[in-house]
């Protein structure tokens, strides 16, 4: 029981942080960040989980994934073997190196502009995300 409380209050805490610094960043998501960015977060997001059920279910990246991923993600490939190669001892998880890329790649102005951590914030409490 102990252990699941500790858990519980951890992500407590983490759910307050994530807002505290979200709200922090309203008037910047108020002006740069419409229904759009948001209904597109959450489609790269489900993208990124249809990918980790894919991959994980059978082991591998297949060569109809890889076709997918080069035609939607040019690039996010060779961004994993890049980033596999740089951190040789770290599992080798698709989806997650996925994930940074296309925050690198497809959410770069909001990342710049200091508004990122609202998007996902929002996104995760969008009802399109369920």
């Given amino acids: 029981m102990k252990r699941v409380s ?8 983490l759910g307050r942080q994530s807002r505290q610094v979200a709200e922090e960043e309203p008037d910047l998501l108020r002006h740069t ?10 489609e790269w997001r489900a993208f990124s989980y249809w990918l980790r ?5 059978q082991g591998f990246v297949s060569d109809p994934m890889v076709r997918i991923l080069q035609k939607r993600c040019p690039g ?3 961004y994993a ?10 599992p080798g998880f698709p989806w997650l190196r996925f994930l940074e890329w296309t925050d690198q790649e497809l959410f770069q102005a909001s990342m710049a502009e200091g508004w990122r951590h609202a998007l996902g914030y929002y996104a995760t409490r969008d009802p399109q995300m369920d």
């Fill in 76 to 78: 996010v490939l060779e």
């Fill in 81 to 90: 073997a890049a980033d596999a190669k740089e951190h040789p001892r770290e």
């Fill in 53 to 57: 059920l894919t991959v994980e279910t």
């Fill in 6 to 13: 500790k858990y519980r209050t951890a992500e407590v805490d």
């Fill in 33 to 42: 960040v419409s229904p759009e960015p948001i209904t597109e977060f959450i």
